[in-house]
């Protein structure tokens, strides 16, 4: 039973701005604290509808508690604590991309929700918003990040023995894989369309490299060592964490080298790196008009994979030279031939260059394919 003192009688002063009153609630007691500035007489009204709400059987000051906590694990809250843990782990990019899925527009309508709330159905509709809004692959790539973010809260003891609430929901169709492979044809169009300018520099790098256009736009002077003719990647820059060694051919050399060296380590852009990309293509395509069919900076390093093939060199070398760690450098075989085949890579990426150029001068190609025995 609540105490039945006057209510004037029992209130505790903490200045004009703060007032407590002792409760009971079933057996316990709880110090209920109502802030502002209050006459005595607002007081005692303060009072006796705390004392009703009491006789009603609520816990006023456990209601106040459950609010807190409430709104301390809100999804906005918990994305915030998630992307601060995740921060460290992730790329640079890869971060960029979870926090803009997360804390941006595209999952407005859960920010306010206690996580522990969010249902299936709430991520259902949130993603069939982000699909109408912004397609079906943007919508796929965020249920993605809203899951993994949800995988984390379970482990995190956020959910206590929920599921996560993505499982199940409908998954938007990811984006049929790409298959565009330049011609030669195509591959020397691209390379004379430009030249001497810094985004046709970018462009044969990634030619002669088979390398991602962030490797090449962010390349520092600090990663060559030009007297050995050798770039190293740090594992920091790259797509999965793995140091890449380049033997660079001579015509790279020749690119880099011809570039003028500007204050700061970078040897593109201004600053940060080459970020150009979309108005050095638009400029490029111009030149290119309709001798090239629709085509992405991707499609490059692809191209590059498949030429390589086409000459002779071996699939394992390949993997190596574009960094990868699929196919022949996977499982069992990739847990006990811990070989870089730096080696095989440099005499590749030569052979690669000598390619390219030909192609480009228009002569023919001393690069004659091994043939199997």
């Not at 969010?118 to 965020?142: E, F, I, L, S, Y």
């Not at 450098?329 to 030909?358: K, L, M, P, Q």
């Amino acid at each position: 039973m609540p105490s039945r003192r006057a209510p004037d009688a029992a209130w505790q002063g903490r200045g004009r701005s703060q007032l407590r009153r002792a409760v009971r609630v079933g057996r316990r007691t709880r110090r209920v604290t109502i802030k502002g500035t209050l006459t005595l007489t607002q007081a005692k009204d303060a009072a006796r509808k705390l004392l009703a709400q009491v006789a009603l059987g609520r816990d006023p000051q456990g209601e106040k508690e459950a609010a807190r906590q409430a709104t301390a694990r809100a999804f906005r809250t918990v994305v915030a604590d998630y992307l601060e843990a995740k921060q460290p782990e992730l790329r640079p990019n890869s971060f960029r991309i979870s926090k803009l899925y997360l804390a941006g527009q595209y999952f407005r309508a859960l920010h306010p929700m206690p996580i522990a709330a969010v249902t299936r159905t709430d991520v259902a509709a949130a993603v069939r918003a982000v699909t109408r809004n912004h397609g079906t692959a943007t919508a796929a790539a965020a249920r993605r990040a809203l899951s993994a973010f949800f995988a984390w809260a379970i482990a995190d003891g956020l959910l206590g023995d929920a599921a996560n609430p993505v499982d199940g929901s409908h998954r938007p169709p990811d984006p049929a894989p790409r298959d565009h492979v330049l011609t030669t044809a195509e591959l020397a169009a691209i390379w004379c369309a430009r030249a001497g300018d810094e985004y046709g520099r970018v462009v044969k790098l990634l030619m002669l490299t088979g390398c991602r256009r962030q490797e090449i736009g962010g390349l520092r002077w600090s990663e060559l060592d030009l007297d050995a003719g050798v770039w190293r990647l740090p594992k920091e820059r790259s797509k999965n964490n793995r140091e890449l060694v380049v033997a660079l051919p001579s015509a790279a050399l020749a690119i880099i080298t011809s570039t003028p060296r500007r204050d700061g380590d970078y040897v593109f852009g201004d600053g940060k790196g080459f970020t150009s990309f979309t108005r050095g293509r638009e400029l490029l395509d111009r030149k290119l008009a309709s001798t090239v069919r629709p085509w992405r900076l991707h499609d490059i390093r692809r191209c590059v994979a498949t030429g390589m093939a086409d000459i002779g060199i071996e699939p394992h070398v390949i993997e190596a030279c574009l960094n990868h760690y699929s196919g022949h450098r996977r499982g069992v075989a990739g847990i006990y031939n811990r070989s870089s085949y730096e080696r095989a890579a440099a005499a590749a990426f030569a052979r690669w260059a000598d390619h390219v150029t030909a192609l480009v001068e228009g002569r023919d190609n001393k690069v004659v394919p091994l043939r199997a025995l």
